[in-house]
């Protein structure tokens, strides 16, 4: 199975800040890796699929990049809903699937 | 406008089986994957459970592989997943959501709330 490594693990930052999240797959997994946002008591929300294709009406502060086993997640100017808990998402193997375990962006 | 809307979560004791439903609509449902994913409280996502859109190709997490069985319904534009078995860490709010481009899951449900505990 594939696993998927996410850094950190939470991270402090204030309005207005560049931030940057890492995923690191166990294998290549080429571009199949998509990225969420989840803020407490809601469901997950898709934010990037396939690296980096911006899923419909997220904002364009987000922005998603790599191939292979080494993806980031960068967010370019942090506003204050963007405060939340992100995950990757693995998609290589059909129907096959795993998360990485979560980032939780704190505000400072 | 797409929906997809969890019933069936509720307490049940260790070892009880349990059957929870989504029920989806807005879009052209028996094209589509479904996933079963689900959060511990506190904790991160896992994926549970997947089944293709026609039905015919399943998977299933480790940790539930041999307990729980997705199936779905194009008739009903359902999808289910029926739990035996059931543990301690098997609590949990359970997701539907259907999977889009490069399965990225682009619509979730609002979750159901599976309580194991004697």
């Known amino acids: 199975d594939i696993q998927m490594t996410q850094s950190p693990s939470s991270l402090s930052a204030s309005v207005g800040d560049r931030v940057t999240i890492t995923c690191r797959a166990s294998q290549s997994i080429s571009s199949y890796l998509n990225w969420y946002q989840q803020k407490p008591g809601k469901a997950p929300k898709l934010l990037i699929y396939a690296a980096s294709t911006l899923q419909g009406g997220v904002p364009s502060r987000f922005s998603g990049s790599g191939s292979g086993t080494d993806f980031t997640l960068s967010i370019s100017s942090l506003q204050p809903e963007d405060f939340a808990t992100y995950y990757c998402q693995e998609s290589y193997s059909t129907l096959m699937y795993t998360f990485g375990q979560g980032t939780k962006l704190e505000i400072k | 406008e797409v929906q997809l809307l969890e019933s069936g979560g509720t307490w049940i004791q260790p070892g009880g089986s349990l059957s929870l439903s989504c029920a989806a609509s807005g879009f052209n449902f028996n094209n589509y994957a479904m996933s079963w994913v689900r959060q511990a409280p506190g904790k991160g996502l896992e994926w549970a459970s997947s089944?293709?859109?026609?039905?015919?190709?399943?998977y299933y997490a480790a940790s539930v592989k041999g307990r729980f069985t997705i199936s779905r319904d194009n008739s009903k534009n359902t999808v289910h997943l029926q739990m035996h078995s059931l543990r301690a860490e098997d609590t949990a709010i359970y997701y539907c959501?259907?999977?889009?481009?490069?399965?990225?899951?682009?619509?979730w449900g609002q979750g159901t709330l599976v309580t194991v505990s004697s």
């Open positions: 089944i293709s859109g026609s039905g015919a190709s399943t």
């Open positions: 959501a259907k999977l889009g481009s490069m399965a990225g899951a682009d619509y």
